[in-house]
């Protein structure tokens, strides 16, 4: 059963609009989600993190909201670029657990 | 520069053979990770150790196996029980074992069994 979940394979942009991408999650001990960028046979690069105790964190053109009651997260790029044409995993932990949960991932691209 | 190091990019093996994945990072980070990625999937955890000469299961251990006799080191083995090795391997590491310790990437290693 999946934990994190991507329910969007995939998501097409105009360059300069916002690219909303999207992830829910079943666990509600998890309290702590990341998101990673990842272009083809290369490995998750870090993106953006949050905590269980803020509902946003913003970092340049990357923000992350957190929805605990719904189970939800979203990473919005404004705006989006070319460059920003990848796959996105989201991931979260538990606590003082280590360990990540990845989600399927969300291929963006950005069209110019 | 400090990173992590997977090798070789790309490897071939035999069905039935035995591989070993390398992976090195000179972070001075504690914890290390191997992950299995495969086509539409997400990443899933393999093996990880927290500290040198531990490491755990993770959701998909079967047929691999891992030694952590160094903190820059977490070789991988692939071993001829592994019913389905075609992937993209990855291996990461953190600071610390916390789940708010960011987890840092190499750059992959994609095993083709024949």
């Known amino acids: 059963d999946q934990q994190v979940k991507q329910n969007s394979p995939s998501l097409s942009v105009q360059e300069g609009r916002i690219s909303i991408l999207n992830c829910d999650y079943t666990n509600s001990m998890f309290d702590y989600f990341l998101w990673y960028k990842k272009y083809p046979a290369e490995g998750p690069t870090f993106l953006i993190s949050?905590?269980?105790?803020?509902d946003k964190n913003e970092d340049g053109r990357f923000t992350v909201f957190l929805n605990k009651s719904a189970k939800h997260l979203s990473l919005h790029i404004v705006p989006s670029q070319p460059g920003d044409s990848a796959v996105y995993f989201c991931?979260?932990?538990?606590?003082?657990?280590?360990?990540?949960?990845f989600g399927k991932g969300t291929k963006l691209s950005v069209k110019p | 520069d400090g990173g992590i190091t997977q090798s070789p990019k790309y490897l071939f093996r035999k069905e039935g053979q035995n591989v070993t994945l390398s992976c090195e990072q000179n972070?001075?980070?504690?914890?290390m990770y191997w992950y299995r990625q495969d086509p539409g999937q997400g990443l899933r955890l393999i093996y990880y150790s927290q500290i040198v000469n531990d490491f755990q299961k993770g959701d998909i251990a079967e047929g691999y196996s891992v030694s952590r006799e160094k903190k820059e080191s977490f070789p991988l083995t692939v071993t001829s029980a592994q019913k389905n090795p075609t992937a993209f391997y990855l291996c990461?590491?953190?600071?610390?074992?916390?789940?708010?310790?960011?987890?840092?990437f190499g750059p992959g290693t994609r095993l083709t069994v024949l």
């Open positions: 990461a590491s953190s600071i610390g074992q916390y789940g708010t310790d960011t987890q840092y």
């Open positions: 949050i905590s269980s105790i803020k």
């Open positions: 991931a979260a932990s538990e606590g003082s657990q280590g360990n990540l949960i």
């Open positions: 972070l001075n980070h504690d914890a």
